[in-house]
């Protein structure tokens, strides 16, 4: 379960959950109205789903369904279909908004489509990241993006064969190629300057950095325990000082970024938050208060039943367990 807390106005959650809904949460006064939450089906894996910069409204995408954009009351407001060299409407993985928010992103497989918000149907244009013929490129699931916040144009493309690509509007092609040391990049994170690109990968126990201004110099290392194939989200926070992490252990991690560092060291967290639910999968810091939400949502499975009278259907159920939380911090 992911939550975003990027609204522009701060005053709306969302969160996409297992069940193939995205949910709108409105928050105000440090709570979240739980009478007024709004939800809608998708009838697919929901993949991504990122705010506008400017305006409350969404774009999501989902398995089997074009990217489409939402205002704070679900109203349609555009869709950007994809249609691959097979004539088939395709699904994007991953999508981002430019820092302007006049273009919106789309990941695929090998490839990267960009929509034009005035005209979103059709995309302006696409860029293939693999080429059969070449040896360097980006193959596989193009799973997360990150825009640089500084230097509008410029964005980062982590996919799930272990790499991350940078890209701009200026050369419209793969620019660096970055070979991480795992497989699966899963979520990818700017620091507010944009000298810093932070990364993570699935089953991983750690939190990477790198200097996009020196060739991807990598700067250090967080640890973060992370044992699953989950997508366990983090944030820099907008001082640039303090890197917020989910754990599949049972906490909320807190890094200083100003500590100095060298590059093969491991950093430990300076501020370690207990948290009752075993994993933290989702993470997102308010925009202008000091409020994190967390999410978790896992299948949580009983005991074998040693009673011959326990019937079959209680062994194999299994409860559901997921939810929003905020957080205060100083």
């Known amino acids: 379960m992911r939550v975003n807390f990027r609204s522009p106005s701060g005053n709306f959650l969302l969160t996409d ?3 193939l809904r995205i949910r709108i949460l409105p928050y105000a006064d440090g709570k979240i109205d739980e009478t007024k939450v709004k939800s809608h089906c998708y009838g ?3 993949y991504d789903q990122q705010w506008h910069p400017s305006m409350d409204i969404f774009a999501s995408t989902s398995n089997g369904h074009p990217i489409q954009i939402f205002n704070a009351n679900f109203e349609n407001r555009a869709t950007a279909k994809c249609i691959n060299h ?5 699904s994007a993985y991953s999508i981002a908004f430019s820092n302007d928010g006049t273009k919106l992103y789309g990941g695929f497989r090998s490839s990267v489509y960009v929509f034009d918000l005035e005209k979103p149907s059709k995309a302006l ?3 293939k990241t693999f080429d059969k013929n070449g040896s360097v490129g980006q193959r596989a699931i193009l799973s997360c993006m990150a825009m640089n916040p500084l230097y509008s144009g410029s964005y980062a493309i982590g996919s799930y064969n272990g790499n991350i690509g940078f890209y701009s509007d200026q050369t419209s ?3 660096i190629l970055f070979e991480t040391t795992s497989r699966n ?11 810093k690109l932070f990364y993570g990968c699935s089953k991983n126990n750690t939190i990477q950095s790198l200097d996009v201004r020196f060739g991807c110099k990598p700067l250090a290392i967080y640890n973060r325990p992370v044992n699953t194939n989950q997508r366990i989200y983090f944030e820099v926070d907008k001082s640039g000082k303090y890197l917020f992490s989910g754990t599949t252990k049972n906490e909320i991690l807190v890094f200083d970024l100003l500590k100095e560092t060298t590059e093969d060291e491991i950093m430990e967290p300076t501020v370690r938050i207990s948290d009752k639910s075993r994993v933290c999968a989702g993470l997102s810091l308010h925009p202008t208060e000091a409020i994190i939400a967390t999410s978790h949502g896992e299948r949580i499975f009983p005991f074998p039943k040693i009673d011959e009278s326990d019937s079959e259907e209680d062994e194999n159920s299994a409860v559901i367990d997921y939810g929003v939380k905020l957080w205060k911090f100083c």
């Open 86 to 90: 097979l004539d088939e409407l395709d």
């Open 185 to 195: 990049v899963t979520h990818l994170c700017y620091s507010p300057d944009g000298n």
């Open 125 to 127: 244009y696409k860029i």
């Open 173 to 175: 092609k793969l620019d």
């Open 44 to 46: 697919g894996l929901i």
């Open 17 to 19: 959950s297992a069940d």
